[in-house]
């Protein structure tokens, strides 16, 4: 019988050593107010490794002149669907989100208005960069939506009370960062250490905009 690697007994020494923590992070808005579909990513410190990555297959759809999530979060190498609801035509574009792009996304795709009886018309693309991604539309310049990559197993984003629950974190020196689609400027990292519970208050300068009124083909208004 082939006895084990002294790497191997390390690696199974730590997982038997590491505890498993949940973290609660409170995200607020410039004003105070708690700030919904803020981005919470825990990084390990400095010289950790990062574990590996499991990639989803979410969808993201476009329905009432709107991408629904408007945020997403996946980790890289998430293979993403876009399926367009509505009856008429849509892009989807996709590029680096932020005041300075930089090209590490670019991606268009064409859907076809959904024919009543038939699926919805869909179409895919790999994001494996890190980093948040932003959408659009060329036919119609108010439809706005956010992809951000993660690149690591704990992100996730803010409910509509501001709060953000990971689970599953190893106790220790994480490394924190909060991203929001209105920031003006990037949040720096901060380094925090995770307990068993650990409840975080993170506040920002983000003042989110107000939601639009958006008008239909139909002539409508959502």
């Known amino acids: 019988m082939r006895k084990p690697s002294l790497v191997a007994l390390c690696l199974a020494a730590g997982l038997q050593t590491a505890q498993a923590a949940s973290v609660q992070v409170t995200v607020l808005a410039r004003d105070g ?4 579909d803020a981005v919470v990513v825990l990084e390990p410190a400095a010289g950790q490794p990062m574990p590996a990555l499991q990639p989803t297959s979410p969808t993201i759809t476009q329905e009432k002149m709107q991408f629904h999530p408007a945020v997403s ?14 009856r008429w035509d849509h892009h989807v574009r996709g ?6 792009a930089s090209g590490t996304y670019g991606f268009e795709l064409r859907l076809a208005g ?4 038939q699926n919805p018309p869909s179409a895919e693309v790999t994001l494996d960069k890190a980093g948040p991604v932003q959408l659009g539309c060329h036919l119609h310049g ?3 939506g956010f992809v951000y990559v993660s690149p690591s197993p704990w ?7 501001g709060v953000a629950t990971l689970a599953e974190v190893p106790e220790g020196a994480m490394r924190l960062r909060v991203w929001h689609p209105d920031q003006l400027v990037d949040q720096a990292a901060i380094t925090v250490q995770v307990q ?9 300068q983000v003042q989110p905009r107000k939601a639009r009124r ?5 002539g409508s208004t959502y």
Do not use: H
Request: charged fraction near 20%; glycine fraction near 8%.
């Open 73 to 86: 979060v996946v980790p890289e190498g998430s293979r993403v669907k876009f399926a367009n609801l509505d």
């Open 142 to 144: 108010s439809m706005r």
């Open 214 to 218: 958006v008008q239909f083909e139909s």
């Open 196 to 204: 068993a519970v650990t409840a975080l208050n993170v506040p920002t």
């Open 33 to 36: 107010k708690p700030l919904p």
């Open 114 to 117: 959904r024919v009543q009886g």
């Open 95 to 100: 590029g680096a989100a932020g005041l300075v």
């Open 155 to 161: 992100a996730t984003k803010t409910s509509d009370t």
